[in-house]
């Protein structure tokens, strides 16, 4: 997360305030848009994928939520979103949908606007999953 | 109460209540739009609705049957391919519900009707694991609650939906409650307000088509939606907030004086001080009288109609409010304009598909308002414009801001990166592809620009005296020499040429083709992979341009 660093130092800088950094977790980051995502709708949830994902949960000390990965670049962030979407639904409109959501949400916590979302629908739930 | 009842809604008449619906979405969806402010601030509601009702209503009327059910079905297909954004998404879902309760109907009793409303709400919360209250969903279960109630009282199905537009309009009234961010922004849900718009428009369209009146049908809060959201003829009139010192009165006199003065009236405070929100059209009238009340401090008087169309206005200028929605073709025409120099340039980029190419003359520096004018001559509503030139940047950007149409730049720097991105245009793809495509075929190209330097100095911290030659390669000098040709094939060991096919130097006004040939000899040698090309561009201050593909 050093851009999230990087924008306020300079603000900091410029206000003479500087006395330190600021670092979010990726894992923060993931707990957010994992948030954002659930309350949009036609996402049913959110799904690992694979055993390396699980494994990889295993391991860190702070994994980021299911179904989310999260990747800080010098110039901006990058999340990936394994969702279920509601079948009925147009998905390529509920991916969209939930595109800028997640971005709007992040970036209104983090301040952050190079923000890039990519969606991989794992899934279809019918109404039938459910009863 | 007229003794006209609809005991059973048919498929004809449902494709009317449609219609209804969607008259009723297009004359309020400047309304429905402004007051979007959750989950994303985008102002897109009432256009999402209006765009997913005409699909809907579109294979409403081509449904196989005139069965209630076959009508449904049809609008639920519409909805489900034309959804747009998250109200369209979940009013597909609205449709699918109700077809779902209405399928294999002839046609619905009331209590039929208000059944396959319930069915809609509840497939609507079915599709979202954390639903949030104070949005369409809260007005979509009220609307269906209240229908279900009629119906049990043995009404007809236009007291159903009569009773279904009613509570929706309740529940949007509440929205502000539920959802802490409508009450921030001083708005009720957009979604919510769209679907009670809806019910509205149904039940308008219902009520007269079985011969009376509407106005027998809404009460009169429902006929506008609240108050605050309506837009009158005369306008939306002034937002004053002032507050009142040392009153002369006692408070609750304050406000009931006040409270009779205008709308969405708020007055809070106590014996000491009181502060005050209203809505008026004559706030000259109402601050003289406030000065007799007491001393009146921090006055703040708005314009709510200016307001109103900037908001309206910044929607269409970002392309998220088509200026004609009628007309959904012209909505996707893309052109491109892009800003040269030089006559064998602008030949070029003709021939490559530009619509309208604007010369920024010797110096690359047109007005905005050139900009503009090319921009308004091409003839499509998307126009994307290549500046060319960073200096260019900001003459587009303000075109943009001015031009009615849904302007994008792409931040080409150069002619060549212009081009590159020309090359990956095509006139059938959607606008948002489009400008991917091309921003990435920018990256593709590598252009270094030559001139010789004409006094002697330091640009970029390299230090350059009267004469030499330079080669830029996007804001960086990256070698100076004697030549051209010492500058271009100092320059040529310093970029990476991996997987570069293509060497294209574009002679300028002050250029000589024949200078060019030689340093394309020169290049041949040292580099027999690279195809060489030379093209007369007429371009101003650089003699050569050399692009790499």
Same mark, same amino acid.
């Given at each position: ?131 | ?42 102002? !897109?509601? $009432?256009?999402?609705? *209006?765009?997913? %009702? #005409? &699909? =809907?209503?579109?294979? +409403? ?90 119906? !049990?009282? $043995?009404?007809?199905? *236009?007291?159903? %939906? #009569? &009773? =279904?537009?009613?509570? +929706? ?92 003065? $205008?709308?969405?009236? *708020? ?283």
């Amino acid at each position: 997360m050093r851009h999230a660093g990087a924008k306020l130092r300079s603000v900091l800088e410029q206000k003479g305030a500087f006395s330190g950094k600021i670092e979010i977790m990726p894992s923060v980051i993931g707990h957010i848009a994992s948030h954002a995502a659930l309350g949009c709708y036609g996402v049913m949830g959110l799904e690992s994928h694979g055993l390396l994902d699980r494994f990889q949960s295993l391991l860190e000390s702070m994994p980021c939520p299911k179904g989310v990965h999260v990747r800080a670049y010098p110039d901006h962030l990058e999340i990936d979103l394994h969702v279920i979407i509601k079948y009925g639904t147009r998905i390529s409109e509920v991916a969209n949908n939930l595109i800028s959501a997640v971005k709007f949400e992040v970036g209104r916590a983090t301040g952050l606007d190079d923000i890039r979302v990519n969606v991989y629908i794992e899934g279809v739930q019918k109404d039938e999953d459910i009863r | 109460m007229s003794t006209n009842k609809l005991e059973r809604l048919d498929g004809n008449q449902l494709r009317k209540a449609l219609e209804g619906a969607l008259a009723q979405v297009e004359a309020k969806k400047d309304t429905i739009n402004h007051l979007n402010v959750f989950p994303v601030p985008d102002g !897109d509601t $009432g256009t999402n609705l *209006l765009l997913t %009702l #005409q &699909a =809907a209503l579109q294979d +409403a009327k081509i449904s196989s049957s005139n069965g209630v059910g076959s009508v449904a079905t049809g609008a639920a297909h519409g909805a489900l391919m034309g959804a747009r954004g998250n109200s369209g998404v979940i009013l597909s879902q609205i449709f699918r519900g109700m077809s779902k309760a209405l399928q294999g109907l002839d046609s619905a009793t009331a209590l039929q009707f208000a059944r396959s409303l319930d069915e809609a709400a509840q497939a609507a919360y079915r599709a979202v694991v954390r639903p949030t209250e104070g949005t369409m969903l809260t007005v979509a279960r009220e609307a269906a609650k209240g229908a279900i109630a009629a119906a !049990d009282r $043995g009404g007809d199905v *236009l007291s159903v %939906l #009569q &009773a =279904a537009a009613r509570e +929706a309009a309740k529940a949007v009234a509440r929205t502000p409650d539920q959802l802490p961010i409508l009450k921030e922004a001083n708005v009720v849900d957009a979604g919510g307000f769209g679907l009670q718009v809806i019910l509205e428009g149904m039940l308008r369209a219902l009520s007269s088509d079985i011969g009376y009146g509407t106005e027998n049908v809404l009460p009169d809060q429902l006929r506008y939606g609240p108050a605050a959201l309506s837009v009158p003829e005369e306008g939306w009139g002034y937002c004053t907030e002032f507050v009142i010192e040392d009153p002369k009165y006692p408070f609750e006199e304050i406000k009931q004086d006040l409270t009779s003065r $205008g709308d969405s009236c *708020l007055v809070v405070g106590d014996q000491k001080l009181v502060r005050v929100h209203i809505h008026t059209m004559e706030p000259a009238e109402l601050i003289a009288h406030a000065t007799t009340l007491g001393k009146v401090r921090k006055l703040k008087v708005e314009n709510m109609t200016e307001q109103h169309l900037t908001v309206s206005q910044e929607l269409i200028s970002r392309g998220e409010l088509p200026a004609t929605i009628g007309d959904r073709d012209y909505a996707s025409t893309v052109g491109v304009v892009s800003v040269v120099s030089g006559k064998g340039m602008s030949r070029i980029f003709k021939s490559i598909g530009v619509d309208a190419v604007i010369d920024g003359g010797r110096t690359m520096n047109p007005s905005t308002e050139d900009i503009l004018n090319a921009i308004k001559m091409v003839d499509a509503y998307n126009v994307i414009v290549l500046p060319n030139n960073k200096n260019v940047l900001l003459a587009c950007q303000q075109a943009k801001s001015l031009s009615d149409k849904n302007v994008a730049i792409i931040e080409t720097l150069s002619m060549p990166e212009g081009l590159a991105a020309m090359v990956a245009f095509k006139r059938d793809l959607h606008l948002s592809e489009l400008l991917d495509c091309m921003t990435k075929a920018i990256q593709s190209v590598t252009v270094i620009e030559m001139a010789k330097a004409i006094r002697s100095t330091s640009i970029y911290g390299v230090q350059v005296s009267k004469g030499q030659v330079m080669a830029i390669h996007r804001d960086n000098i990256l070698a100076t020499g004697k030549t051209y040709s010492e500058a271009l094939m100092l320059s040529l060991s310093k970029v990476s040429l991996e997987g570069k096919e293509i060497l294209a130097i574009y002679v300028g006004e002050d250029g000589d083709v024949r200078e060019a040939e030689t340093m394309a000899a020169q290049v041949k040698d040292m580099y027999p992979d690279l195809e060489l090309e030379i093209q007369v561009g007429d371009q101003g201050v650089y003699p050569y341009i050399v692009a790499i593909e």
